[in-house]
């Protein structure tokens, strides 16, 4: 038994918007079974726009039923049956937020008439019910009414049940089928084609442009976890209905996926990231002489237009490393910033300060110090690859880390010796690096040391 529904609602997201019209057609694949149709009370009042687009006012659902008053007989409609709707995924998860809400807990299978016109009517412009429905001689009378579009979507389903629809619900509705939960606009046949590698995926809407770039250490797994539940918030409702395609790059191993995403994010800057937009190198380690000559350390913001000798993500980070410098080399606190208020160098009480504060010191000889320091620095920070398994028998991944900071990645040969960082560079493509992508090439040899190796 079909139950074909619509709604009409105050807003496009369930978790802050109620229902105002419903409207439910049963319908046993041949003829209308039953009806029902009612204005909702909702507990907001109805946007203006929304008002003008379904022609329902405030006025009109003040004497009308709340959804909770009417929850017990849309649940005897509706549970058990096959709910029908144009988009689905929206219908269904709207009810389904305010049965909970209710108390009743609503499980149906679904089917989605655009999926299924896609499937009978292939390579049509556009499967929007009202082009549907003009496509295929349908009127639609009180459009953007529950009745109205409820009316409509059972004609388009009877019309679908004419031309060899049944094969395609079954796949549909059978124990296990995903399709049900997939964006309306995502074709299938991408989701199937998805390799069970590591990699990273784009979500693309319309236009092509990508919304959303995610990794995964097994590509068919992770995005098809994206389409098992279909929350009621803005965010999740917006993200679904833009998803049109889906394109992806398949990594070797999983650490390398980490790193492309990052990469991807921060070039793209797709409009339903969020966590790693806000990853950045906020300060870095400047170097500059001073009007008496003297070499001076600073810990900064990013400058746009200067290059840092490093870069941290957190202030402290900086300053550690600074202080480091200073003891080891005898940099005075005061050239360094770490000390700015007046009064008497503190290195100088700690035997650290040679006096270049006060003059004391030659320029040319605490000068030589600063550049061993950073000559030091240079040096301590490590340069090494991270050699993995690749795409095929005859490759091995490589990610290379250079004094300290990513350079690139790729696959080289596995008959080339790695004896030098040059030689490896022309195999590898170089990438921007930040703190998050140092941060988990650290974590990773750490945990598997023999995969690393290093270079003097």
Request: hydrophobic content about 35%; charged content about 20%.
């Amino acid at each position: 038994m079909y139950a074909i529904v619509d709604i009409e609602t105050t807003g496009g997201y369930a978790a802050n918007n109620d229902i105002t019209e419903i409207a439910i057609v049963l319908h046993d694949g041949q003829s209308v079974i039953n009806r029902f149709e009612s204005l909702v009370r909702p507990v907001r009042t109805i946007p203006y726009y929304i008002q003008v687009l379904t022609g329902i006012s405030n006025d009109m659902v003040a004497d009308a039923p709340s959804f909770e008053e009417l929850a017990p007989k849309l649940y005897e409609l509706l549970q058990g049956k096959i709910f029908v709707a144009h988009n689905v995924n929206f219908d269904y998860s709207f009810l389904k937020h305010h049965f909970d809400a209710a108390g009743y807990d609503l499980v149906c299978n679904k089917l989605c008439t655009v999926r299924l016109s896609k499937k009978v009517f292939p390579g049509l412009p556009s499967y929007s019910l009202g082009n549907l429905c003009r496509h295929f001689g349908i009127t639609i009378y009180n459009r953007h009414r529950a009745g109205g579009d409820t009316d409509a979507t059972v004609r388009l389903l009877e019309h679908l049940l004419q031309h060899n629809a049944e094969p395609y619900i079954q796949q549909f509705i059978k124990r296990g089928a995903k399709e049900q939960s997939l964006p309306p606009n995502l074709p299938k046949e991408q989701v199937d084609q998805l390799p069970y590698t590591p990699g990273v995926y784009y979500f693309h809407n319309q236009t092509g442009k990508v919304i959303y770039v995610g990794k995964a250490k097994n590509l068919k797994y992770r995005v098809s976890s994206h389409f098992t539940h279909n929350g009621a918030g803005k965010q999740r409702q917006d993200f679904l209905r833009n998803i049109f395609s889906i394109s992806y790059q398949s990594c070797s191993t999983e650490l390398m996926a980490f790193i492309l995403e990052s990469v991807e994010i921060k070039r793209l800057w797709p409009e339903f990231n969020s966590s790693q937009k806000r990853f950045a190198h906020s300060y870095g380690l400047y170097m500059f002489e001073d009007n008496s000559g003297y070499l001076r350390l600073a810990i900064d913001k990013k400058k746009k237009h200067l290059q840092p000798l490093y870069t941290f993500n957190l202030l402290i980070e900086g300053h550690r490393l600074v202080n480091q410098l200073m003891q080891r080399f005898n940099l005075c606190p005061k050239l360094c910033f770490m000390q700015t208020a007046p009064g008497p160098c503190a290195g100088s009480g700690e035997a650290v300060c040679l006096g270049a504060c006060e003059h004391k010191e030659p320029v040319a000889v605490y000068n030589e110090r600063v550049l061993q320091a950073l000559q030091w620095l240079e040096e301590w920070l490590p340069s090494f690859a991270v050699v993995d398994a690749g795409h095929q028998r005859d490759e091995h991944s490589c990610i290379l880390m250079e004094k300290g900071k990513f350079y690139g990645m790729g696959y080289i040969p596995a008959g080339v010796g790695i004896t030098s960082r040059e030689e490896l560079k022309n195999y590898l493509t170089p990438y921007p690096e930040n703190d998050y992508i140092r941060g988990l090439v650290y974590q990773y040899v750490e945990r598997y040391p023999n995969k690393k190796i290093s270079f003097s």
